[in-house]
């Protein structure tokens, strides 16, 4: 039983936290589903990556020789213009030694490579088919090693070439060359000249990039950026797959507890319920000349058992003893006490106590010193022939008696509630009613909701008198219409109707 | 006055003051129910060991009390000499009465 007033909040069920156990094992599959993103993103990553260094190389490689081949048309283009140097030089000693004009149909003959000693390129200018002509004859002395270094400062510096007789690129053709080995490392392109009635051919390479070192770097830069970009960008969507998988999980887990919890709350109401109804009177006893009904019904936080109970006692020729009581608190200690009162005053009644003894003696069962439990308890003896209801208070509620479509409160001196005081004592009040009347006893749970304990009271009878139906109907629909939600307390109701 | 920090509940507080000749006042307010009982029970004991000949509860300050309360207090009245509830709301007054406890409580008539 509780006492409510306007400021009391409504009343909400318990939470019970529940850790429910989700297994690892069942993540396996799951873990797939992780990395399947990552991955996805790592692969379109790389290949990205890849594409651009290939291009970017590609680039590189295009440019380079491109530049290669302008420098190279450079270079031919000199070896060019120096060449009719020689043929002039030729030309000139030729006519100092011959006095003779040097014809134009005069031509330069390439003699070949010459050894030893040394290594000489030997040319000459005749005038071809004539025998009496004149040859001009000249020699280039050629370094033994046939190396010749580009020198830094110039043009070409940086750049490998390989000078050839003819236009074949063959060792023993080798006039001049740049480097140890041959042939040249790397990309190499190749300008052929006319020089007499042979040629020269130039081959180069160049050694270091010729548009600088960021365009070679590049696709490497490239290459190592991205493929680091990637791995971020995966390990990144790795990260946020996983957030939002535990997300889920979390979510699905706190559904699985809180419905999990759904479940236990039932159960427990359920069980509490059960329980409850256990320690009413499964059936009430019929006796010719009047009716029973009666309901009980949990509180809105009915995962504990309450301490309200009725039932009604067949006294052979004294009648019935209807009794409706209510111990204070909730759970197993306000059950227990309950049954104990509710057996004793089957015991007491059959020993033949008077109500206001039975009331007495189960103060002996009760102290609010020791259990710190009280109990009220209304007990009325009806006699069914003579219609006349004795009632006994042990600090209950009152009655309400309907007589001729009037209800009313019957108003009795309470006695003090079971366990306040040992060897209290009770007084009874006998009333008489008209045929056709209605008693209904009840606790607290059921008036006393947000207001007045009074107004509670008078909604209880107006409610009983509002129309004329059978008694298990009026006690359901009292129970239905003033046991609105959400009560936090348990209520019983308890009916008679003379039949007669 | 000392506050007694009823095992951290927030709904009730208590506050516990003694004038030195045996005269205790318990002032009770917010919500006293089944569920911190116990913990204003516990926080006053100590006190009501100590024999005062006078208990004075002061539950104006009380929003809610449910019949554990009233049973808690019938307990703290048969430990005293002389018990008195003061300042009860009108609800708390009436189902006092009902249940016959006016004179128990020294309740104002």
Not at chain 1, 215 to 226: A, C, D, K, V, Y
């Amino acid at each position: 039983m509780s006492l409510v007033d306007s400021e009391r909040p409504a009343a909400t069920g318990p939470v019970r936290s529940t850790s429910v156990g989700l297994s690892g094992d069942g993540r396996s599959l799951g873990d797939l589903g992780v990395l399947w993103v990552p991955a996805v993103v790592l692969v379109l990553a790389l290949l990205v990556t890849g594409s651009l260094a290939w291009v970017s190389y590609h680039q590189y490689t295009r440019n380079e020789r491109r530049l290669l081949g302008l420098r190279l048309r450079d270079a031919g283009a000199l070896l060019t213009a120096a060449l009719p140097d020689i043929q002039s030089e030729l030309a000139s000693a030729a006519e100092s030694a011959f006095f003779a004009r040097a014809t134009a149909s005069a031509k330069l003959g390439v003699i070949g490579l010459l050894r030893p000693p040394g290594l000489r390129l030997g040319y000459a200018f005749a005038t071809p088919g004539v025998t009496d002509g004149f040859v001009a004859y000249g020699e280039n002395q050629l370094p033994a090693d046939r190396r010749s270094a580009i020198e830094r400062t110039s043009a070409f510096t940086g750049l490998d070439y390989a000078l050839y007789l003819g236009s074949d690129q063959r060792f023993q053709d080798l006039l001049l060359t740049s480097q140890a080995r041959l042939p040249l490392p790397g990309p190499t392109d190749s300008v052929t000249v006319p020089f007499g009635n042979s040629a020269l051919t130039l081959v180069m390479s160049s050694r270091i990039p010729l548009a600088g070192s960021l365009p070679q770097r590049l696709p490497w830069i490239i290459g190592i950026e991205g493929a680091l970009l990637a791995v971020g960008a995966s390990v990144g969507a790795l990260r946020l797959t996983e957030r939002r998988r535990s997300a889920e999980d979390l979510a699905s887990r706190l559904e699985v507890s809180s419905s999990e919890n759904r479940r236990l709350y039932a159960e427990q109401r359920s069980i509490a319920q059960t329980l409850q109804h256990a320690l009413l009177p499964d059936a009430l006893p019929r006796i010719p000349g009047v009716q029973t009904s009666a309901q009980y019904r949990a509180g809105a936080q009915g995962v504990e058992i309450g301490g309200d109970w009725y039932d009604v006692i067949d006294l052979g020729d004294q009648g019935l003893l209807l009794v409706v009581g209510d111990v204070s608190g909730r759970g197993l200690p306000a059950a227990t006490t309950m049954a104990a009162l509710r057996y004793a005053i089957h015991a007491y009644a059959a020993q033949g106590d008077p109500p206001a003894r039975i009331l007495t003696k189960l103060s002996d069962l009760v102290s609010v010193v020791d259990s710190n439990q009280l109990a009220t308890v209304l007990c009325a003896v009806v006699n069914p022939e003579r219609r006349t209801i004795s009632i006994t208070s042990a600090g209950h509620l009152p009655p309400l008696v309907i007589s001729g479509g009037v209800g009313e409160y019957v108003e009795l001196k309470a006695g003090l509630p079971v366990g306040v005081q040992t060897g209290a004592s009770y007084t009874s009040t006998t009333i008489s009613v008209s045929p056709g009347a209605t008693f209904l006893a009840f606790t607290d749970g059921l008036v006393e909701h947000r207001d007045d304990l009074e107004r509670g009271l008078s909604r209880l009878r107006d409610a009983a008198t509002a129309d004329d139906t059978g008694l298990p109907e009026l006690v359901s629909r009292l129970m239905d219409e003033l046991s609105y939600a959400p009560s936090p307390d348990d209520s019983v109701i308890l009916g008679l109707r003379w039949t007669s | 006055m000392d506050q007694l920090d009823a095992a951290a509940d927030p709904l009730v507080t208590v506050d516990v003051a003694t004038d030195g000749v045996g005269t205790t006042i318990v002032t009770i307010a917010g919500e006293l129910d089944i569920g911190n009982i116990d913990a204003v029970d516990t926080a006053v004991a100590p006190l009501l060991l100590t024999r005062p000949e006078r208990l004075i509860v002061d539950v104006g300050g009380l929003r809610f009390a449910d019949s554990s309360a009233i049973a808690l207090w019938v307990r703290w009245a048969a430990s005293v000499d002389e018990f008195e509830l003061r300042n009860p709301q009108p609800l708390l007054r009436k189902v006092i009465k009902m249940m016959g406890l006016a004179e128990k409580m020294e309740l104002d008539p």
